[in-house]
């Protein structure tokens, strides 16, 4: 059993401190204690990719990295990258390509995405492949998600490149949507208007 | 391009593209108790005795004992029970469930649950099973008399292995069980299988239970039936304890103990004659596991399409599914299809290097025509677009060319182009529609001119709320956000019938159309009105009769010609995949870029199943790869040029022209890469998945095919 310890990280651009064993698993502090319950599980062991967020610029599983390890470290989720208002590039992109079928991969993916664009803003196609050969997808051929990648590449490129790391995260600006405006009720759409889920 | 194919932003993807979708995983309420279920480690026994661990208060057993209702989940027979009545019949059966409060405590003492067994006798080779749960068969002409006289037999047995689904969201429900009423809520594709199941279970009246399809992380056929136990059990736990109870499986659980597609084993002989093929005898073995789950039906399917879309003039057609102490294998996208045209398509190459004749021309020659009997003695009733589709594929790939080119190569890297024409029959199979759905759709106008859709319909990822929303809203004449649809919940929405065998959008579409139009006719501002609308049986079709297996098993199908090239790397046996085009017939497209998804999606998963899909059990019946590192998926370094393209057809009978689309991708994608690998290696194969060990074995003269 391990003791209770104290970690001190950025948390989406926030200063937090918890108390909590040192072996707990990153996911779960995120998921259960911060209540961001965008990072998915999929696997608990590295291969899906559906647990991904950025930890000092860099894409990492967070089933794999334990909340001991994360002292004074810099920590972006998909809740970091956007609100249900305000999409990043790659999340704009992909809702763009339709490069999204059930969605359970889908945050690991803008993770490893925005990860690979803060680091090499001008990626190729295999570049990208190689970039999210971590992520499963298992509903679309991966093809409509590549293409998403590129294109919000190839997108960002012709911006501003002073603005560029402040569009991906944590502000969005760029271009607009193709679409109607964004309504918000959709986001948390649940049906049965059960009193008791957990806001979060 | 009809203008309802032109795409638009589905319904739910900014929820999911922001991380705000909600899946069970997600879902916290208050009070709530975790469960974690303890499994057999023995693929046939009796259990002699359990001992439970010492365990703090708020910490319980759910066991077989604390069932109020039956101790069988209604799926098509009542076979499975929910927990173990005292015999297990496959590694991952239920025995009981350990209750409590923290995640992480519950697992230790579900760990820690010993069960000592009497083994029994165990079977593990569906040739050798004794129990048989179906059988089926049907025959044309006198094919006994062809065999007799043909100048050649090909006789071959051909192998199609289990395929998991691996769904990212693995199986997860919760149970909250209050003041007399259940409701049971999570990741499922059926809500009013779990509804009728857990009903039963449960012995309580209908109205007391409401079931709830939340997000659902995928499905392709894995959370068809298995929700149906998974809710039962997590019912019987949360009326024990009086809380709410969540059960989410984790990778190896999922992988250990839900359903797969089945393996089959198919003996194929071709009687040939003059240098035509004058007769087919198949003989089919589904191995269905240690229950029967939804065996029944898959192999029904199976059987419609063992001569894929052929026309013979005598055939005999026979197969059964049987027991086997393995986990028992259920739907998965295609539903007994793929396994059977994959032997067919296989036989059509084999019989083409006999005949000296092209195998993409060989196709065309037997397709079978507009008006021709089918093989079950029905009618094919529309336009078979098959031959256009193939010239068109060919045009595309260059198929020609290249399959001449690639014959003799000698070089380290080869290549192979292979092709393969298959259907998928739209909806339920036999009279399902017309005598156990019956589906109900309801269309509700409020007050306020918002039209909200009622169906019980899951969007597991194939976007059906939003097509049925655009369905709806262009009869209308509404803009879209002026419709409405959120996910179903069965004391809210009529039973249309399960999100299953591609029939949302045909069928279920169907009745919105015609809901639609009558609202829209009958249509009163400001005035609250709800209209119903009841499925109504093609008259056209000619009526199934399961006892003699004969008639129209489905109103239309779908069509699809696939063709891969692949390039193998004879000195590592590595096959890269190059390119993959797909060309579909779906009738009209409703949204273009959804359904150019999904077929992108099913082809990867077919071409999966070709290569590097395999499940390995070990000699005790134990899954070995239960991880998603040892069983291995399509990456996106895996993926090639995929190309996917539409033959336009309309339907009368589906919305806007529209039939199925959801499984056809996967049918082909098999056979075809298999072909590829034929034409590369200059061989006939046997099997799917055809692994790179088999083509280093093969390579190295140790198998043959
Ligand atoms: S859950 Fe972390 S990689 Fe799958
Ligand atoms: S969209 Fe379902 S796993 Fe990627």
Redesign the interface.
């Known amino acids: 059993m391990s003791e209770n310890i104290e970690v001190n990280f950025r948390l989406n651009g926030e200063n937090v401190t918890i108390r909590t064993k040192a072996n707990r698993r990153l996911l779960d502090v995120l998921r259960d204690d911060f209540h961001l319950t965008g990072t998915k599980e999929g696997c608990s062991i590295g291969e899906c990719g559906a647990c991904t967020v950025i930890v000092d610029r860099k894409a990492v599983t967070s089933c794999l990295m334990l909340i001991g390890s994360c002292e004074g470290r810099d920590v972006i989720t998909i809740e970091g990258v956007s609100s249900p208002d305000r999409l990043n590039p790659v999340q704009r992109a992909i809702l763009e390509h339709q490069a999204i079928q059930c969605g359970f991969c889908t945050p690991g993916f803008v993770m490893s995405a925005t990860a690979l664009l803060m680091e090499n803003p001008n990626p190729t196609y295999e570049e990208i492949k190689v970039a999210l050969s971590g992520n499963l997808c298992r509903c679309t051929g991966y093809k409509q998600i590549i293409d998403a990648i590129y294109d919000a590449a190839q997108q960002a490129n012709r911006a501003d490149p002073a603005e560029w790391d402040r569009n991906i995260i944590p502000d969005s600006g760029g271009r607009p949507l193709p679409w109607q405006p964004l309504n918000k009720p959709e986001v948390c759409e649940l049906s049965g208007g059960n009193e008791n889920e957990e806001q979060s | 391009m009809s203008s309802i194919s032109q795409?638009?932003?589905?319904?739910?993807?900014?929820?999911?593209?922001?991380?705000?979708?909600?899946?069970v995983?997600?879902?916290?309420?208050?009070d709530m108790l975790y469960g974690k279920i303890v499994r057999s480690t023995v693929a046939h026994g009796k259990i002699r005795s359990i001992r439970l661990p010492d365990m703090p208060e708020g910490y319980s057993a759910v066991t077989a004992a604390d069932i109020p209702g039956v101790n069988n989940v209604h799926i098509v027979q009542d076979d499975h029970p929910v927990f173990s009545g005292g015999e297990v019949n496959y590694i991952g059966e239920a025995i009981l469930m350990i209750v409590g409060p923290d995640k992480r405590q519950v697992a230790k003492f579900a760990r820690a649950t010993e069960v000592e067994y009497d083994l029994l006798e165990t079977c593990f080779d569906p040739k050798k099973s004794d129990t048989t749960f179906y059988e089926y068969g049907y025959e044309e002409g006198d094919w006994r008399e062809a065999f007799a006289e043909a100048d050649e037999v090909i006789d071959e047995e051909i192998f199609s292995a289990h395929q998991e689904?691996?769904?990212?969201?693995?199986q997860g429900l919760i149970g909250d069980y209050r003041n007399g009423k259940l409701?049971v809520?999570g990741s499922m594709q059926c809500p009013f299988y779990v509804h009728m199941a857990v009903t039963a279970v449960m012995g309580m009246k209908p109205e007391d239970v409401?079931v709830?399809?939340?997000?659902?992380?995928?499905?392709?056929g894995g959370k068809e039936d298995y929700p149906s136990i998974l809710g039962s059990q997590v019912g019987v736990a949360s009326y024990k304890v009086g809380k709410?109870v969540k059960c989410v499986f984790?990778?190896r659980e999922d992988i250990t103990c839900t359903s797969k597609r089945h393996p089959a084993f198919m003996r194929y002989r071709i009687a040939i004659k003059d240098g035509k093929m004058t007769a087919v005898d198949a003989d089919i073995l589904y191995d269905g596991g240690g229950y029967t789950t939804l065996s029944m039906v898959v192999l029904q399917r199976g059987l419609i399409g063992a001569l894929g879309i052929y026309k013979f003039p005598s055939y005999r057609v026979h197969g059964k599914a049987v027991k086997t102490h393995t986990v028992p294998n259920g739907a998965f996208r295609g539903f007994g299809g793929p396994q059977t045209f994959f032997a067919m398509e296989l036989m059509m190459n084999h019989a083409a290097r006999k005949l000296g004749k092209d195998p993409l021309e060989l196709r065309k020659e037997y397709c079978a025509k507009q008006g021709d009997m089918s093989p079950t003695h029905g009618v094919y009733h529309f336009d078979i677009p098959i031959p256009a589709m193939l010239d068109q594929l060919a045009e595309a790939s260059d198929y020609h060319r290249k399959v001449k080119a690639y014959r003799n190569q000698t070089g380290r890297y080869r290549r192979g182009i292979g092709v393969s024409s298959v259907y998928h029959g739209c909806g339920f199979t036999g009279a399902g529609e017309r005598d156990l759905i019956k589906g109900v759709f309801k269309l509700h106008k409020r007050a306020d001119d918002t039209v909200e859709i009622l169906a019980a319909a899951v969007d597991?990822?194939?976007?059906v709320k939003t097509t049925f929303r655009k369905i709806a809203a262009n009869v209308l004449g509404l803009p879209e956000?002026r419709v409405i649809i959120?996910?179903?919940?069965t004391?809210?929405v009529p039973n249309s019938g399960p999100t299953v065998a591609s029939r949302s959008i045909m069928v279920v579409g169907k009745l919105i159309e015609r809901a639609a139009k009558r609202l829209k006719a009958e249509w009163k501002p400001g005035e609250d009105q709800l209209i119903t609308e009841k499925y109504v049986h093609p008259d056209f079709m000619i009526p199934w009769d399961l006892a003699t297996f004969s008639g129209d098993p489905y109103p239309d199908s779908s069509w699809s010609t696939n063709i891969v090239e692949v390039e193998v790397d004879t000195m590592l046996g590595l096959t890269k995949i190059l390119n993959a085009w797909g060309c579909y017939d779906v009738g009209t497209v409703i949204d273009e870029?959804?359904v150019?998804?999904?077929?992108?999606?099913g082809?990867?998963?077919s071409l999966g199943h070709g290569g590097i899909e395999l499940i390995n059990y070990d000699q005790s019946g134990r899954i070995r790869n239960n991880?998603?590192?040892d069983y291995i998926?399509?990456?996106?370094?895996d993926?090639p040029s995929?190309h996917v393209m539409f033959h336009k057809s309309e339907y009368f009978n589906g919305p806007f022209g529209a039939k199925a689309a959801g499984e056809l991708p996967n049918v082909g994608g098999s056979a075809s890469y298999i072909g590829a690998l034929e034409c590369a290696l200059e061989t006939d194969l046997y099997q799917t998945p055809f692994s790179t060990e088999d083509t280093m074995e093969l390579l190295e003269g140790r198998r043959n095919g």
């Open positions: 795409s638009v932003r589905k319904l739910d993807h900014l929820a999911k593209a922001s991380g705000a979708a909600k899946y995983e997600d879902i916290v309420l208050d689904h691996a769904y990212m969201e693995v409701t809520r409401n709830i399809a939340d997000e659902t992380g995928g499905g392709f709410p984790d990778r597991m990822g194939q976007g956000d959120v996910n179903p919940d004391a809210r870029n959804i150019i998804g999904q077929m992108e999606g082809l990867l998963q991880s998603l590192s998926v399509p990456t996106a370094l993926v995929l």
